[in-house]
């Protein structure tokens, strides 16, 4: 099923949003799913487990 048809997605606000962007990200069974909440017209994108992971390493370390 694509993503943009997921209905019942709980959506957090990233800590790091500030006025010049928005991150969001939500919880599926498979996967961490991010999207940019100041553009939803844009889609969403979904990323496995050690995606999501490696995201989190890069950024922790900047």
């Given at each position: ?58 950024v922790a370390s900047t």
């Amino acid at each position: 099923m694509p993503i943009d048809e997921r209905t019942e997605m709980t959506w957090r606000k990233s800590s790091y949003s500030n006025a010049n962007g928005c991150l969001e990200v939500s919880l599926s069974v498979s996967s961490v799913v991010v999207r940019d909440a100041k553009a939803l017209s844009s889609g969403n994108l979904a990323l496995g487990s050690q995606a999501w992971r490696a995201f989190l390493i890069t950024v922790a370390s900047t």
